[in-house]
Nanobody, 115 residues
Framework: QLQLTESGGGSVLAGESLTLSCAASGTAFGINSMGWFRQSPGKTREMVAMVGGGAARYANSVKGRFTITRSLETMTVDLQMNNLKPEDTAVYYC??????????WGPGTQITVSS
């Protein structure tokens, strides 16, 4: 069964950095895409950064501050977050899509940025 395990959340001050990591297990198929979404209270879940097909995409709000990296060999995806802002506060979710169109979400990890 496809499963995702997230780590790296926490509480920081504005301007500080955090790195989120996500590891996938339980799939015999290749990975199509992996990435990170986030959801704040009262808001819909939004894409933060995704990598697939050799290309990375970022939400406009995080461009230049966040960097996504992926390893197909270890089935991991990391999100380096620099210069964090209070508006980055949210629950961050890892998402994976496989080549056979299966999808999985991680349980979510809280990021809180205080001013």
């Amino acid at each position: 069964q496809l499963q995702l395990t997230e780590s790296g959340g926490g509480s920081v001050l504005a301007g500080e950095s955090l790195t989120l990591s996500c590891a996938a297990s339980g799939t015999a198929f290749g990975i199509n895409s992996m990435g990170w979404f986030r959801q704040s209270p009262g808001k819909t879940r939004e894409m933060v950064a995704m990598v697939g097909g050799g290309a990375a995409r970022y939400a406009n709000s995080v461009k230049g501050r966040f960097t996504i990296t992926r390893s197909l060999e270890t089935m991991t995806v990391d999100l380096q977050m620099n210069n964090l802002k209070p508006e980055d506060t949210a629950v961050y979710y890892c998402k994976l899509s496989t080549l056979n169109a299966a999808e999985a979400w991680g349980p979510g990890t809280q990021i809180t940025v205080s001013s």
